[in-house]
């Protein structure tokens, strides 16, 4: 198998290097193929690699960056005002193709922005959409986006459920159910740009199977979930508090008199391994779909778990090269520089 080198921008998130380290040496550990370039600044990160023994670092290199990206600061001076950012080295590095992928816990906003800027979207993509799996009753479902773009028409909506259809068809879902997320599953129900986008997805050819509720999605009615970005992150840390709430509640119910340790001591197992298999760390890393080059926007409280977790979606990504299959596919369905409302 052919070496995947995965730029990790070593300096954003809320943990600092130090957890981003320790999550990039457990996948080196993990994945044999895997080659990894930690961008930061070198005295730091040394340092903190020197803690960790046995780490081949044969396949493991640093690219320096002066400057870090603030979770505060504007995308603007992102853009502007940061030329040696760990950040922008890292997209540079893919854009040059001296890697595969490029996995962030930093600023949302200032990784969307420098990723466009840098790499590109792929032809007749308006704007790139994060997307996540979110786990179901039947499985997973791809929801996006979520949080990258808060306003979207129904052009915008249209593109996020092709780009979210290709994503599933490259894991596997042969044919995947579309649904557009909204208040209600009868057609009157939604605000304008939902009833334009149900309007132009009916003709899309894609297997679009109408409107779903929330509740919906995690039946696993649908396997590609469609909003706009201010919906689907609302959705997305609203999942997350809840799943952490359930397995805090679980532990308290069983850790209070006699009779709840005993029954603790029987159903905690099995409840832990449920709450193991849900919990949002699990399942981190939102992928920008429709960039010309692989990127991963990891939550930036994340913990190793959860790092851990971000590199290994940007892994699987380019073990299926998805810019490839997302270009293939959607040049069939979209006119480079096609003007907003062109379907409509």
Known sequence: MSAQIIAIDAMGGDFGPRSIVQACVACLSEHPSLYLALVGQPKLLEEILSTHRGVDRARLQILPATEVIGMSDKPSQALRGKPDASMRIALQALRDDRVHAVVSAGNTGALMALSCHVLKTLPGVTRPAMVAAIPTRTGHCQVLDLGANVDCDAEHLYQFAHM?????????????????????????????????????????????????????????????VVCD????????????????????????????????????????????RLREELVPARHNGASFLGLQGIVVKSHGAAGVQGLKAAIERALQQVESNLPRQLGQGLAAVLSPKQEDGDRM
């Open 164 to 224: 979210g259809a290709l994503a599933a068809q490259a894991q596997g879902v042969i044919r995947p159910r579309v649904a557009l997320l909204n208040v209600g599953t009868e057609d009157i129900k939604g605000n304008q740009q939902v009833k334009a986008a149900a309007r132009l997805l009916q003709k899309a050819g894609l297997n679009y199977i109408g409107y779903i509720e929330g509740d919906g999605v995690y039946r696993g009615e649908a396997d590609v």
């Open 229 to 272: 970005g201010f919906v689907g992150n609302v959705l997305l840390k609203a999942s997350e508090g809840l799943a952490s709430m359930i397995g805090e509640r679980i532990e308290a119910q069983f850790s209070g008199g006699l009779f709840a340790r005993l029954a603790g001591a029987v159903a905690l197992p099995a409840l832990r």
